[in-house]
């Protein structure tokens, strides 16, 4: 980048800022001519991106100045004191500063007074939907709203839940092209300060372009991938609620404008386990359906793999399972056919983003009633793969991380083939290559497990993520377990 500052000419800056900005060009760059007193001014701003009613306000304002008023504060910096009405005023020289501030939506004031100085002032507001529940994680009881695509407003109703002045929301520039604004929240004396000073300074020095997918380019740009490790490295909430508690217990949650999910880091297999829906319930019904979800969750790795182990040896099944038993030869091999409906349960998955919600129950009905049913009928599968793929896809939603379920999802078919390929030695062996990806997987902090808290061994921290435990008996020990 280079550190280009503004001239003392009025004209000189003015022809360098209007071929900078494209004005003229750009149909919703604007580049106003005014005068303030006697005096000469000219303001840039992006007109979508401006606040309509402040900024009728201040040209209301700037135009009743009189000329003694601008001649006895010629100084910039005097000049926002004295005479900008506004809270949000900053004075800038950088030619590089002030483009970032212009493409960020501020508007620029530039005055012949001024001399190689403008202001900078933050009327912005950036078109953005309402704030209502996010749809992928939502709760029977308990707080309703969800972040947006705005940076602001995702950070205020995180401090609305914690009015703590040791609360700290530092923001970071990430990308050459895109200059996205990044922004680490976390409680200063709670989180690992050594941790957070390793993650701003890979922040700022990312050498990417852009963002332009949001935290799913960030994440990318954080840790190297290993396309062959499935597994989460990043936990990400669309609820402040949630955000809330885990910057209290010692998170650092990381925002990114534009994107309207939250970051939470460190983050380790154990933790996708917490679900805010556990708390807003007793302790004892928050317990009880959190060992069910991770039961249910689990079942979706084991329940085929070991399913079909049996019936491929029937020597293995007890007598109170013969009913698993697959009483007719199928025409296609069993496990074509469980690697079949996994695809088509993904392929269901895919068409169903793209229909219309007027057309939605017709891809339910064929998808649930043409193909599954009429395949049964003609042989092409057989109902017992129906009926355990079934409870798979279903018990998937168990859980609301994406990413942790098609792990789970790719470490079933991985088990299936190895099972079908080596039998009972392959089933076992699946085990072990599944528990070797987990220790392996890296994460962001690279002094912590990714089986933390079970290794190192953590009985109070592990037992929080296991069990919905009363509130006095979680905060007796949160904000410790993040540090170490």
């Not at 005023?89 to 590089?96: G, K, L, T």
């Not at 960020?104 to 950036?126: A, P």
């Not at 994440?219 to 508690?245: G, H, I, M, S």
């Amino acid at each position: 980048m280079s550190d280009k500052k503004l001239t003392a000419d009025f004209e000189v800056n003015k022809s360098m800022l209007d071929e900078l900005f494209g004005v003229g060009i750009n149909f919703d760059v604007a580049g106003r001519e005014m005068v303030f007193g006697t005096h000469r001014a000219k303001l840039y701003f992006i007109d979508s991106f401006m606040s309509g009613e402040l900024f009728e306000k201040l040209l209301i304002f700037f135009a009743k100045l009189e000329r003694e008023d601008i001649q006895s504060i010629s100084d910039a910096k005097r000049f926002a004191e004295a005479a900008v009405p506004y809270g949000e005023v900053i004075v800038q020289e950088s030619i590089d500063q002030i483009a970032y501030s212009v493409m960020s939506g501020t508007l620029c004031l530039m005055l012949d007074t001024f001399g190689k100085e403008v202001l900078i002032i933050d009327v912005r507001n950036y078109p953005s939907r309402s704030i209502d529940e996010p749809s992928n994680d939502k709760v029977l009881r308990g707080a309703r709203d969800g972040f947006i695509e705005a940076l602001k407003p995702n950070i205020c109703m995180i401090r609305r839940r914690i009015r703590d002045t040791n609360f700290r929301a530092e923001r970071v520039t990430v990308g050459k092209k895109s200059k996205t604004d990044v922004a680490l929240c976390y409680i200063s004396g709670v989180a690992d300060e050594a941790y957070v000073n390793k993650l701003k300074e890979k922040l700022q020095s990312l050498d990417i372009k852009a963002l332009t997918l949001g935290h799913q380019s960030l994440a990318e740009a954080l840790v190297p991938v290993k396309w062959y490790n499935p597994f989460p490295k990043f936990r990400y909430t669309e609820r402040p609620d949630t955000a809330a508690a885990s910057i209290l217990e010692g998170s650092v949650a990381v925002l990114c404008d534009a994107s309207p999910e939250v970051m939470i880091l460190p983050c380790g297999i154990f933790d996708f386990l917490q679900e805010a829906s556990d708390y807003y319930l007793p302790p004892f019904t928050g317990c009880y359906l959190r060992v069910l979800r991770h039961f249910v969750f689990l079942l979706t790795l084991v329940l085929t793999p070991t399913w079909y182990l049996l019936i491929d040896n029937p020597n293995l099944i007890p007598e109170w399972l013969e009913f698993i038993k697959i009483t007719e030869k199928p025409i296609v091999p069993i496990i074509a056919q469980l690697f079949l409906v996994e695809f088509a349960l993904d392929g269901l998955k895919l068409a169903s983003l793209n229909t219309p919600d007027t057309l939605s129950n017709s891809l339910s009905v064929v998808g649930g009633l043409i193909l599954g049913d009429f395949a049964v009928q003609i042989g092409f599968l057989t109902p017992e793969v129906i009926v355990y793929m079934a409870i798979v896809a279903i018990a998937n939603f168990t859980q609301a991380s994406y990413e942790l379920g098609f792990a789970f999802k790719f470490m079933r078919m991985l088990m299936l083939l190895l099972t079908a390929l080596f039998d009972l030695p392959g089933y076992i062996a699946s085990y072990f290559i599944i528990a070797l990806l987990i220790v392996s997987n890296n994460t962001v902090d690279g002094s912590r497990s990714y089986l933390y808290p079970l290794l190192p061994f953590n009985r109070k921290a592990l037992s929080r993520l296991l069990f919905r435990l009363p509130a006095r008996l979680a905060d007796s020990d949160s904000g410790h377990d993040s540090k170490k």
